[in-house]
């Protein structure tokens, strides 16, 4: 199982601002290890977050996503304690999903 | 025994050939479930192609999309980009780094609340344009930014 990811979600305004960091390696498929040998891709491939169940973003990465990936978005009409939740899938098929509830504003 | 065996690979290699066909059709005309994976669009290697396998061939520029982005990075392994759409009904935004081996980085979809903004950090090959493609109301729409790199980060 993959590492957890960091989400946090805060209330300003009527919407939530959502920001979620996921713990990756994104190899591209074009770096060589010490040793001179093609490291192979591997990377997050799709990224799903729901809010209260419904998909609010449905993301296709490349492999041109940075490593250690963050992800920044909002969501309108969202209220303290709704359900953020974040799915992604990579190209080995490896997943992992994690769940935040949206904060008052501090 | 072996005989069976090469019938079998043959078999299930133009099997294979079908689907890939098949996925590639439905992607060059854009009706792609979001669920499927844009590997047309993401193994294309010119801009032109990723943006046909968006089906936004010739997106209209427009001022309501706002890229931020440094003018200058230091470090092309991870870029900070933000893109926000000001257009109404945003469905999706793609980030496209036009000199990149594999230019389209990312699609996102946006619905049910999501707003027409994303934030994230890319890699970036050499000093390039970091172009956004926002589909409104089934149309496309485009701007592009300029990001110097200093040290490239696809290596």
């Keep these: 199982m993959a590492d957890p990811m960091k989400i946090r979600a805060t209330l300003q305004g009527d919407a939530a601002d959502i920001r979620i960091l996921m713990l990756h390696p994104m190899e591209t498929g074009q770096r060589k290890d010490p040793k001179g040998e093609i490291v192979p891709m591997h990377f997050i491939q799709s990224v799903v977050v729901t809010h209260n169940g419904k998909t609010v973003l449905d993301a296709q990465w490349s492999q041109a996503i940075s490593r250690n990936p963050f992800l920044g978005l909002r969501v309108q009409g969202a209220k303290t304690g709704d359900k953020i939740s974040v799915t992604w899938t990579d190209n080995k098929g490896d997943k992992r999903a994690d769940e935040a509830v949206v904060a008052a504003p501090s | ?155």
């Design chain 2, 1 to 155: 025994m072996n005989q069976l065996r090469r019938n079998f690979l043959k078999l299930s290699g133009a099997a294979g050939t079908v689907v890939l066909a098949l996925c590639a059709g439905l992607i060059k005309t854009g009706e792609a479930l979001a669920a499927t994976w844009n590997k047309a669009g993401f193994e294309s290697k010119a801009v032109a192609d990723a943006l046909k396998s968006l089906g936004a061939a010739n997106p209209a520029e427009s001022k309501d999309i706002v890229i931020t982005a440094p003018d200058i990075a230091e470090n092309g392994a991870v870029v900070p980009i933000a893109v926000t759409s000001k257009i109404p009904n945003t469905q999706s935004i793609s980030i496209i780094a036009e000199k990149n081996p594999f230019p389209l980085t990312s699609t996102f979809d946006v619905a049910n609340g999501g707003e027409g903004y994303v934030s994230i950090r890319i890699k970036i090959g050499q000093t390039s344009n970091v172009r956004a493609i926002v589909k409104a109301d089934g149309r496309f729409y485009t701007a592009a930014k300029e990001v110097k790199v200093t040290i490239g980060g696809c290596g």
